[in-house]
């Protein structure tokens, strides 16, 4: 109950900041997002051992997240993983003393800033897309729904498991839910806007979303942690909210950018 109770209060904000938010307010929405869930992936890496230098990471991550969204000069995101890159490297440095872990220590840095920074990014960039809400709209339709499908159809059909030593709870039949709930959404609006290739694209995107779901539960099957923290009741955290949607939008954003006309 508390689970959708939660949802129920997110899912009309977010639908009304993709449809009405300006530009700005919608990228700095992101960019907090992002701070978020890269803070929640430093600690299931200082869970696993590691120490990553969090503080760089999560300004890294708000960055990356802002300079994508924003109608930035070309080459300010170049520009910022140079920046962000070299931030590290001296970081690491200038700590001679931990010497012997700076390499997981610096690439667990490096990997919290470009895993939600970067990829959530690419969903503040759609938006200089034609129709670019219309996009985000779809892409929150097939990832939400998707995992409400694998959720619930997992629970009453689940017999075989999908990864077990990465997610016990994940079966073959929820994916397999996850599949036909994002075909539904695919046809529904092919038919609508007229556009027949949105079928197998929400297909993609369905599958992108369970890939990046399963990442996520290979985090934290490392943490030795079920949910990346308690800020979501019913949910866990906002990696664990986002987890799919990290894999998604990259796979939106690149079909955007080179093969819808």
Known sequence: MTRVLTALLLVPVVLAAVIWAPVWLLAL??????????????????????????????????????????????GSVTAALFAILLAVLVTALSQPDRMAAACGNAGATLLGALYPGLLLGALGAMLGFGFGRFWLIF????????DTAALYGGRAFGRHPLAPRVSPKKTWEGAVASLLAALVVGLALAIWVAEPRLVPLA??????????????????????????????????????????????????????????R
């Open 203 to 260: 297909l993609g995107l369905n599958l992108a979303a369970q890939v990046g779901d399963l990442i996520e539960s290979l985090f934290k099957r490392g943490a030795g942690v079920k949910d990346s923290s308690h800020l979501l009741p019913g949910h866990g955290g906002v990696l664990d909210r986002v987890d799919a949607m990290l894999f998604a939008a990259p796979v939106l954003w690149y079909y955007l950018a080179y093969l819808h």
């Open 139 to 146: 892409l929150l339709l097939v990832v939400w729904l998707g």
């Open 29 to 74: 929405l992101l960019a907090l997002v992002a701070v978020l869930a890269a803070r929640e992936f430093y600690g299931l890496a200082e869970a696993s051992g590691l120490q990553p230098y969090s503080g760089l990471g999560l300004a890294a991550a708000g960055a990356l997240a802002l300079c994508l969204s924003l109608p930035l000069p070309a």
